[in-house]
């Protein structure tokens, strides 16, 4: 067992636990805490595949915007949830069969492709080329179009989320 | 070194792990945050299948890019729609939306 | 106009008559008896021309008057129907003509045209008197018939049916115009209908015609059937047909279809001329007026019958051996002779003047009928001839009686019976002219000696039935000669002879000319007719192709006829000259037990009722009605009604309700419902729920595709 092997099992259980957690808690802060530290661990994961760009990305933009957003908007609706209300739905038992059956199914089915077990990595030893990377994201021949589809998405979204939460009633919020 | 199906198997874990979450959890929030674990999950499939497959394209990191865009546009309009629902009927409880019964 | 277009023109004008009528003239009184009488006028007219044509064509009776159409097409010839005027059918229509014409112009003053209507007429019945005022005074006179047109329409239609009887050349079309003179007899008989006697004497006199119509038209079958031809020169003048007939046995044992059919037809005769033992309608035919009386009774419907059975004598005839008879001829002699004798018994001890005349008619026809049935065909024809004139005269004759003894009563208020004989007397007084012709008529009847028609016919018949060496006959028929003399006398005696026996009887006045002409001329053809004879044997006669049965040279028949008609007549005389208002019967001392006999017609009714009606209304009400009826019909009716609502019901809860009801409408109607709301709780509106339902399902297809598609 390699160092990186070590590191990696580390890194994943423990995120596998926060997301156990995440799931399983009761109070909603405290769900979006063990988020962020899932999210943590995602980030880590992503470093040792080499891709430290998006390290970067998942960090600011997962945890430091999406993980606050979500904070905010369980401050914001704390007082409505009863704390000792129950956390999960009548169905909660049913939720294995799905989950336990896609697990099943996926691994299933990615063990019988025949790289599954390759261990050759082919990206770059120093992590990707972002100036390339850039540089195809705003190209015509490259991936200009989603790009600029993506940014569209997001001004839909901005939009989108005012309007749905404007208040009417007195002035907006 | 680290087999690739080590980081497979990490992802369908915590994708199925989101997907409990979704649809057992009561909390409209929470199931906003189990649906980023499964956003997550899905991101490291494709970073990990870029890393051993195809490390010398750059499709996959546009990809995971345009994910994680549509992952924050996404939480953005699902919380904005909560806190719309919970002006109408004062609840963030899963089980109460059920307008579209019948 | 040619001769045959005549004769096919005769019937017409009164069948128009009939019509115009009905339709135009239903309240119109002096229009209709203006229409009738000028009918009955013409058709007199054509008659007259055809007969004079008639006479005076050589061998006529071998190339008759003919014309004839095909009228009905049968297989691959067709039915004729046409005209034929020969000897008897044109002697026949002479006196037809004459005595129709008589009666339509008496029907006028009998029916009391150009008096007012009275206050309580009803129409059906009789009329009774009208108040009218003269200078203060009122006094009861005769009132207007209300009834006047229609009486009009029937009589002409009477006659339109009687003129097509006589001028055809086939049977059916006899057949046709006796139908609807019996049906004519019941209208007319019936008359005044709200009379329940007169309801009841219609529907008798149909009846009884009806039984002997119904032999006749099985006879008329059986001759169709075994010619296939009904046309009289094609039967009846054609001696191979007649002998095919007469040779061929039928059905009916030891009879020749010749003789079957001739019997057959012969019944229809014994129904409508009112033989024994069918003969109790037409004393109750009286019911009807008098003029009715005289149609039915003298002029027409009787001698239809009487010509049916002269016109049919080849076929009944045939077969006979020289001198001998046939079983037709048989039957006719003996219920001729009995009826003529047993009619003129009952005839001496009725006091209705009309009934009298209508046994009468009886036994004169019973004369007739022995006289074919001894094979005097042409002494047959002639007394047809002469008693149609003498009887219509009697009839109308008694007729003007009654109307001058109701005149009487009304005149002196005084309540009799007007038809009474025993309650008249003296009329010869009050009423000249009808007496005369009322004499002459009932000399021809009695058959005084050569200066009546009734002497020379009766005369006849006697000669034929003793030249033919058939003592029976002629001595029954010489029997009732003598009876009949005696009552006719009898009732000379009783109605004018002698004082009045009553305040009626005594203010009777004669009737107006319309009712005494037709008197007048009928009785000069009463008294004269009889000189035809010589002219009329061999003119008839040659139907036959000869002259039937040779006259008798002997002197026994003359000297009998002229014996039983004067002591008849002395006898008659003699005992009722004397009579007195309010005696007994004078008769009634002679007969004693026989003479109530007499009076009451052999309880001949009375029988009938007992044997025939009584069983047959309990058919009807009880047997038919009761029993078949509402019980077997109706009950089945109800059986089955009952099993089909049974049935209903036995399906409806065996079937309807369980099967259909519960289980289709379960299958069909619930369960969707049921499916359905069990459906709905899939949708509960709860997005994680969905997720769920989608996440198994493609576990599901994910399971499928791994086992099925090889990766």
């Known amino acids: 067992m390699s160092i990186l092997q070590i590191i990696f099992l580390l890194a994943a259980l423990a995120t596998l636990f926060c997301a156990v957690k995440v799931v399983i808690t009761t109070r909603m802060m405290h769900s979006a805490f063990w988020l962020v530290g899932a999210l943590l661990g995602i980030a880590v994961l992503f470093a040792m595949l080499e891709s430290r760009f998006f390290v970067v990305v998942q960090v600011l933009v997962y945890i430091g915007a999406i993980a606050i957003l979500i904070i905010f908007a369980v401050m914001l609706t704390r007082k409505i949830m009863d704390e000792n209300q129950q956390r999960m739905n009548q169905l909660w038992g049913l939720a294995f069969i799905p989950a336990g059956g896609v697990l099943a199914g996926l691994i299933y089915i990615l063990s019988r492709w025949n790289a599954f077990n390759t261990t050759a990595r082919t990206a770059p030893v120093n992590g990707e080329d972002i100036e390339a990377l850039g540089k195809a994201l705003v190209s015509p021949t490259g991936f200009m179009l989603p790009f600029e589809v993506s940014s569209i998405l997001l001004l839909a979204a901005l939009i989108g989320a005012i309007f749905v939460s404007y208040d009417r009633k007195g002035g907006g919020r | 070194m680290i087999p690739l199906s080590w980081y497979l198997i990490f992802a369908a874990i915590l994708f199925c792990i989101g997907l409990f979450g979704v649809i057992a959890r009561r909390n409209l929030m929470s199931v906003l945050m189990c649906l980023e674990l499964m956003l997550n999950a899905v991101n490291i499939n494709l970073l990990s299948f870029w890393s051993y497959l195809y490390g010398k394209d750059l499709q996959a990191l546009v990809f995971v890019a345009i994910i994680f865009a549509a992952a924050a546009a996404e939480t953005a309009v699902g919380l904005a729609l909560i806190i719309s629902v919970y002006r109408r009927r004062v609840t963030v409880n899963a089980n109460d939306l059920d307008m579209m019964k019948g | 106009m040619s001769m045959e277009t005549l004769v096919w023109l005769i019937p017409l004008p009164p069948l128009l008559s009939f019509a115009v009528i009905i339709l135009f003239l239903g309240r119109q009184k002096a229009a209709s008896h203006w229409v009738a009488l000028s009918a009955a006028g013409l058709s007199w007219a054509a008659s007259m021309l055809v007969f004079a044509f008639a006479i005076q064509k050589p061998n006529l009776a071998a190339a008759p008057i003919l014309s004839s159409i095909a009228w009905l097409p049968v297989g691959k010839g067709s039915f004729n129907v046409g005209v034929q005027i020969d000897p008897l059918s044109s002697v026949v229509l002479f006196f037809v003509a004459w005595t129709i014409l008589m009666i339509f112009i008496y029907s006028i003053g009998y029916h009391n045209f150009g008096q007012p209507a009275g206050s309580d007429d009803k129409p059906g019945l009789p009329p009774h008197g009208a108040e009218e005022t003269h200078h203060h005074e009122t006094h009861r006179v005769p009132s207007i018939e209300p009834l006047y047109a229609r009486f009009f329409a029937f009589i002409s239609l009477f006659a339109f049916a009687m003129y097509t009887l006589v ?95 001739g019997l057959l037809i012969f019944m229809g005769t014994v129904g409508k001329s009112a033989q024994f033992p069918l003969h109790v309608w037409l004393p109750d035919a009286m019911e009807g007026p008098t003029p009715v009386s005289a149609m039915i009774h003298a002029a027409t419907m009787v001698s239809a019958g009487v010509y049916l059975v002269i016109r049919f004598y080849p076929l009944m005839a045939a077969g006979r051996l020289d001198g001998g008879q046939t079983p037709p001829m048989v039957a006719m002699a003996f219920i001729g002779a009995f009826t003529a004798i047993f009619a003129a018994t009952i005839a001496v001890a009725q006091n209705d003047v009309k009934r009298v005349l209508a046994y009468s008619t ?43 003894m109701e005149h009487g009563a009304l005149h002196s208020g005084d309540e009799v019976d007007p038809q009474n004989m025993f309650e008249m007397g003296g009329l010869f007084r009050k009423m000249p002219l009808t007496f005369w012709t009322f004499l002459a008529g009932g000399l021809s009847l009695a058959g005084f000696p050569f200066v009546t028609a009734g002497f020379w016919s009766k005369d006849e018949i006697l000669s034929g039935a003793f030249g033919g060496g058939y003592m029976v006959v002629f001595i029954t028929l010489a029997a009732a000669a003598f009876i009949t003399a005696f009552y006719t006398m009898r009732q000379v005696t009783l109605v004018f002879l002698g004082k009045p026996r009553t305040q009626a009887a005594s203010s009777a006045s004669e009737n107006s000319l319309v009712m005494t002409l037709p008197l007048v001329v009928l009785a000069v053809f009463a008294v004269a007719a009889g000189w035809s004879a010589n002219w009329f044997k061999p003119f008839v006669g040659s ?102 609502l049974s049935v209903g019901r036995f399906l409806r809860s065996k079937f309807d309700l369980p099967v259909i009801n519960t289980g289709l409408e379960t299958v069909f109607g619930q369960s969707p419902l049921y499916v359905g709301n069990g459906m709905k709780r899939a949708q509960t509106g709860r997005v994680q729920e969905y997720i769920i339902m989608a996440m198994i399902v493609v576990i599901l297809v994910g399971v499928i595709v791994i086992l099925v598609v090889p990766i």
């Open chain 3, 362 to 404: 009886i036994s004169q026809l019973g004369f007739m009928i022995a006289a074919l049935g001894v094979g005097a065909y042409v002494a047959a024809a002639f007394h047809l001839v002469m008693h149609a004139f003498f009887k219509a005269l009697l009839f109308l004759g008694s007729g003007s009686v009654i109307h001058g």
């Open chain 3, 543 to 644: 139907m036959l192709g000869e002259s039937g049965i040779e006259a008798s040279t002997s002197l026994v028949p003359l000297i009998t006829s002229l014996c039983v008609s004067l002591i008849g007549l002395l006898a008659g005389w003699l005992l009722y000259r004397g009579y007195e208002a309010r005696q007994p019967d004078p008769l009634e001392n002679i007969l004693g037990p026989v003479y109530n006999l007499l009076k009451n017609k052999y309880w001949i009714d009375e029988f009938y009722e007992r044997v025939f009606m009584r069983p047959a209304a309990w058919v009807a009400n009880v047997l038919v009605s009761v029993w078949i009826d509402k019980i077997v019909l109706d009950g089945i009716l109800h059986w089955i009604g009952r099993a089909g």
């Open chain 3, 167 to 261: 001028v055809t050349d086939n049977l059916l079309a006899l057949y046709f115009g006796w139908e609807v003179m019996g049906l004519c007899s019941y209208l007319l008989i019936g008359f005044w209908f709200a009379k329940p006697s007169a309801r009841d004497a219609a529907v008798k006199a149909f009846l009884t015609t009806r039984i002997g119509d119904m032999f006749m038209l099985l006879g008329l079958a059986a001759l169709y059937s075994v010619t296939g031809t009904l046309n009289y020169r094609e039967v009846l003048s054609n001696p191979a047909v007649l002998d095919k007939l007469a040779s061929t046995a039928s059905p009916i044992a030891a009879l020749s279809w010749a003789g079957l059919i």
